[in-house]
């Protein structure tokens, strides 16, 4: 192989490593990390509920009342969690909370968790007050997958691959903190990752 050829070969390969590192090289940020089952160094907790992890990489709480709350702030964002959750579960995940002290629905937004809410279209799949789950689905008894885009003043939400909020509007928390959420039944998150939009 001559020097040319050998030149040529290096770009060749060198141009192809770069295509092969996909969207990030494209432009788009890599995803974060925020719980992968094993530690909850990303995290602190609030209020009394009984966090702890336990076997099969998951946290779990089914005592008391209280969320885990990201030790960062996020604004517009793309973030996949997923969690196991009882049919009797009261859950959510709490997105741009103001107040990482004490977290709420009116100083947060909440992504709901709840299969058996007394208005179901307000429950799992829904961002309470803000947009009602169409088609409303349950979460209980089996792993499940969110999908929750927040992109300036407009959000969705997907549940195991079935869009539950499109397009939704609201521009009362620009950013803040993100926020799990236990307060009744037996709820599990095992990964939840972030990457910055």
Sequence with gaps: MNRRTAIAAGLVLAGAAVLWQGPV??????????????????????????????EGGAVQA?????????????????????FWVDTTANSGVFIRATDPTKVTATNAYEVNIYDTRPDPSYGTGAIVSVAKAQPVLKAGNRWNTYEIVARGDTFTVTLNGVRTVDGAKDTAHPKGHIALQYAAGIVKFRKVEIRPL
């Excluded at 432009?27 to 992890?53: H, K, M, V």
């Excluded at 005592?63 to 973030?79: A, C, H, M, T």
């Design 25 to 54: 090289a494209m432009g788009e940020t890599a995803w974060t990390t925020l719980f992968d089952g094993s530690q909850l160094n990303e995290w602190n907790p609030i209020g009394n509920a009984n966090w702890r992890l336990v």
């Design 62 to 82: 089914d005592v008391g009342n209280g969320f885990l709350v990201s030790k960062q702030e996020y604004g517009d964002f793309e973030l996949k969690a997923e």
